[in-house]
């Protein structure tokens, strides 16, 4: 950490004048994000009703043909929300969504928010055993799926367990829904055709969704195991609408925010979403990232915002200058993993006025935002949050002879935490026991709880914080959480793998870190071409991609501490350089290539070059 991120007091005093433009607004987002009433009637779809009224006439929703003023969104999503209704959707139903990123997953995660049912946003990667899993976490009564997306849902029809198996199930044509529709196949209504002739006008039931209502389930992978599905209740949803929308990147009607980020996720439908209602501003929806369009996007949209993760920042930056990143017509944008090695690059690059850089976890009860326009760090929180001492080798926060946890002083690295309270009450899993696990208690004081993020932080001044590393048993690739128990099982079910270790590996010029995995073959076996072809095949079947482990190292000799634990630590030193891997044959998954292949010095090098584009 350089000294000069360091926010003392006078350097916050010395930043304020250039905010005061925007103290209403921040203002305005300290108040929702500061509400402790949890019965009081506010909510994602109130949200949306409130930008209508305010800007009916503004453009709420774009894609590549469409452009939808607010009022004809609202009335979308209403008509959609008088259909579910009419097929008896209540308060509390889960109904899951399988949509790929496009307009009417948005008006279908609309109309269940203003009835009060929960849409489980289902991660349009997973596939197999990991989708099975995902459905049957939280039981729906319904389905609303894609034209895109029946083969993967035909493929686990079978396997959904207990009486959601007969819930009803909608069919959304690839197409626009509001002006043609493809015929739904046998057993499937045709939602966006039954929709065309509903109602368009709001539902008093909005009115009944409460703060502490569930708003939407997704799915993280958080530390452990398969898929876990965190309440996205409409409390932190408004706290977000108030944090990263008012008090954060601060948009008008006159800005559009472009979204290419996965709409299963949190920094798509709650950070972008509610940036852009909180200001009746635009949201301009990619199916996919494409590095190569992005540019073109924007001055398509006329963009004057974007959502980002640090991995869709590199891939810009490793672009070749084009002409249209010149004289851009973005001013600011908001997400996270912006890592300080390559922050100024990209804001002097293109021009970026405004980074709201933020952390917050799916599950979590804290976030922070860069509210006040620092360089370098993920801003500022009101929450009640420590950093505390911990102890690496060990795996757990260090406690003193009395039993309680220690800070660490500012500057230092530690275990972030956060309080549970009434303020910031902690919504967790739909297991409790899931929940529970992640909650530290007797931390400070007899009787209090704490939610443990299992993310390093340092504290950095004012409230202030930057993001250090995540802990445990998960690492980051792509922007998605991976479980190194759920890739370790995955292996060990393979014929022929009798021990597998999981862990993070960094590749040069990418953010987070790829999965390597330390694999020990049964006697007899032996780690050719076509034995990792058929298990590469084998964990394409059983993992989302972003979790499938791009570098093998076959072991030799299986390497444990003296209590019989693996010495993983040594195994993400060495990583994947053969200087380090006493011998032992390893094996790389390359951009753009169909299997594994043998690694060697050669190789080994091309890839340090960060010549290839991962």
Partial sequence: MSQADLITPSRFIRQLPSQLPRLPRLLKGLYYA????????????????????????????????????????????????????????????????????????????????????????????????????????????????????????????????????QGVRYFVADADTLTSNAQAPQGW??????????????????????LKDACFYIYTSGTTG????????????????????????????????????PCYHNNAVTVCWSSALAGGAAIALRRKFSASNFWKDVAFYQATSFGYIGELCRYLLNQPECPEEKHNTLRS??????????????KTRFGIERVTEFYAASEGNIGFTNVFNFDNTVG????????????????????????????????????LISEISKKWPFDGYTDPAK???VILRDVFKQGDAWFNT???????????????????????????????????????????????????????????????????????????AAFCQA????????????????FLRIQTQLQTTGTFKYQKTDLKRAGFNPAECSGEPLWAWLPGEAGYQALNDSLYQHIQQADLRW
């Fill in 34 to 165: 500061g509400i402790r009433n949890r019965d009081k009637p506010l909510s994602l779809a109130w949200a949306l009703q409130k930008a209508t009224e305010r800007n009916p006439d503004g453009l709420a929703v774009l894609d590549e043909q469409r452009r939808l003023t607010y009022r004809q969104f609202n009335a979308w999503a209403n008509r959609l929300a008088h259909v579910f209704k009419a097929d008896g959707v209540q308060h509390g139903d889960v109904v899951a969504i399988m949509l790929e990123n496009r307009l009417e997953l948005l008006a279908t995660l609309a109309a269940l928010t203003k009835l009060g049912a929960i849409g489980a946003l289902i991660n349009t990667t997973q596939r197999g055993k990991v989708l099975i899993h995902s459905l049957n976490l939280v039981s729906p009564k319904r389905f609303v799926v894609g034209e895109e997306m029946q083969e993967a849902f035909a493929e686990v029809h079978d396997e959904i367990a207990g009486a959601a198996a």
């Fill in 189 to 210: 209504q045709n939602l966006g055709e039954r929709a065309l002739s509903a109602a368009d006008s709001n539902l008093p039931e909005t009115a009944q969704v409460r």
């Fill in 226 to 261: 398969l898929p876990k599905a965190s309440i996205m209740s409409h409390g932190k949803w408004i706290k977000c609408y108030g944090g990263f929308g008012h008090s954060g990147l601060a948009l008008s009607s006159d800005d559009v925010l472009y979204v290419t980020l």
């Fill in 333 to 346: 944008m908001i997400g996270n993993g912006l890592r300080p090695s390559i922050w100024q690059e990209f």
């Fill in 380 to 415: 500022y929180s009101p929450a009640t949050f420590a950093i505390v001492r911990y102890d690496m080798d060990n795996n757990r926060p260090v406690r003193c002879a009395k039993g309680r946890l220690e800070q660490v002083a500012d500057g230092e690295p530690g275990l």
């Fill in 435 to 437: 929940s529970e696990a």
């Fill in 454 to 528: 299992g993310d390093m932080m340092r504290a950095i001044g004012c409230k202030h914080a930057q993001f250090v590393d995540r802990l445990g048993d998960t690492f980051r690739w792509k922007g998605e959480n991976v479980s190194t128990t759920e890739v370790e099982s995955a292996l060990m079910a393979f014929p022929g793998v009798e021990h597998a270790i999981v862990y993070g590996v960094e590749i040069p010029n990418t953010n987070g870190r790829c999965g390597m995995a330390a694999i020990g073959l049964a006697a007899g076996r032996q780690a050719d």
């Fill in 535 to 550: 298990l590469l095949a084998h964990l394409q079947n059983e993992l989302p991609v972003y979790a499938i482990p791009l």
